[in-house]
């Protein structure tokens, strides 16, 4: 046990105290607290900043000799608020040559109750006047022709846009409200997943090619060695996430005013507290399991440069159940058959059940089996790859072949 702790703190302490990983959690605290602060900061900036001194306003010409009112100019100035709206009796060749000069920077001229012709030099690919003006005179139309009728303003309303006093009544999971934070979360997860588990392969392997684990073989046990790496190593990658998380939040609440009016922020960060809980217990189940994994692959490479080729079999399967997880979410089926089996295979569950638990119904028993299967998966290949650990470790050259290893592991045993 003693043995077991003192790997735990090297391995723990050698990443939580390096360059990269005080740099890069540094960085994307700094991001984050950048990003939700921004709002504030760009408001006070706004609101105390010095007056800045306004050039003449742009000249937006009107032509109507159809309605011959006021109130479609008053309708133009609130679509432009910026432009200056003039009205004119000018032809067409005149208001062109006035447009191309500058001194309009358009003109609408208003041919009948529903056809307009506009003016300018070039459209900017951020406006869209056809569709602008058109509502403004399919509005006015509408209002025209039901007065026509003898209809009141408040009659035409209730008829154009009626009142419909409707209830949605939600018996599960609303996938709109939860769709955002799961997907954030499932791909923290996956991250945490490929980052860390190519650091404990990387690292594994790197003491292998030094010939630094022949000495560390005789001296600990290879259990103790290699649960030792792989929790310390864990426990420094939970703390990075916990610390990124946990100032996302800080950060969120303390601008919380500003956010109010933002659905999207208000989905991410209104996670209820069981979810959370959820969170936390698979991003562990799944986090271990498949960093054991990677440290069992990193054991098989004799030198650094091969861990990418050992550990490609299991990236690919961390690759495929996040493809799963991701079709199940956009196509909103999270019951289905695929779903549903992938929820209780361990290499999959952590982020097939989270997925599922978090969009959709799934029943407490059903939550149970999940994890416990996944534990007890995670405890078997923890103790499966401390053996593959114990033999790989001392292997060099060419890696061994599943038939090789499992052969070697028998003789061991016996």
């Known amino acids: 046990m003693n043995q077991f702790k003192q790997v735990l703190k090297f391995e723990f302490s050698n990443y939580a105290r390096s360059k990269p990983y005080i740099i890069i959690t540094v960085v994307l605290v700094v991001l984050i607290a950048g990003l939700l602060t921004y709002p504030r900061v760009a408001g006070l900036w706004r609101h105390e900043g010095p007056a800045q001194p306004s050039g003449p306003r742009p000249k937006l010409a009107l032509v109507d000799d159809v309605y011959k009112s006021d109130e479609l100019l008053q309708r133009l100035a609130q679509a432009y608020p910026e432009d200056e709206l003039v009205r004119t009796d000018e032809t067409m060749d005149e208001l062109r040559s006035k447009v191309v ?42 209002q025209t022709e039901i007065e026509a009728l003898g209809l009141s303003a408040a009659d035409a309303a209730a008829l154009v846009h009626p009142d419909v006093d409707g209830t949605v009544t939600e018996t599960g999971k609303n996938q709109a409200e939860t769709f955002i934070y799961t997907y954030i979360l499932i791909y923290a997860l996956y991250m945490a997943i490929m980052l860390y588990g190519q650091f ?83 991003f562990v189940i799944g986090f271990f399991l498949y960093a054991f994994i990677y440290g069992a692959l990193g054991s098989l490479a004799s030198r ?57 119904n799934v029943p407490p028993i059903g939550i149970i089996v999940s994890v416990a299967i996944a534990v007890a998966s995670t405890v078997g290949i923890g103790f499966l790859s401390a053996a593959i650990y114990r033999v790989g470790v001392l292997m060099y050259g060419k890696p061994p072949k599943l038939g090789e290893l499992v052969r070697t592991l028998r003789e061991k045993r016996t």
């Open 304 to 360: 650094t440069e091969d861990v990418g080729t050992a550990i490609m079999p299991v990236t690919f399967l961390v690759i495929i159940a996040l493809f799963v997880v991701i079709v199940g979410m956009s196509t909103g089926n999270l019951d289905s058959p695929l779903m549903v089996a992938c929820s209780y295979i361990p290499f999959t569950s952590p982020m097939a059940m989270f997925t599922r638990i978090a969009m959709s």
């Open 101 to 142: 000069s500058g001194e309009y920077a358009a003109a609408v001229v208003l041919e009948s109750p529903l056809k307009f012709t506009y003016l300018t030099v070039s459209v900017s690919m951020y406006e869209d006047p056809g569709r602008i003006i058109g509502a403004i005179l399919a509005e006015k139309y509408q």
């Open 200 to 282: 404990v392969a990387s690292s594994v392997a790197s003491e292998k090619s030094t010939r630094a684990m022949e000495l560390l073989i005789t001296s600990a046990k290879p259990l103790s060695l290699m649960f030792g790496k792989i929790i310390g190593t864990g426990l420094a990658g939970l703390l990075q996430f916990f610390v990124i998380f946990g100032s996302a939040f800080l950060f969120y609440n303390i601008n919380g005013d500003v956010w109010a009016d933002s659905p999207v922020m208000q989905r991410i960060f209104n996670i209820p507290i069981d979810m959370l809980l959820y969170v936390l217990l698979f």
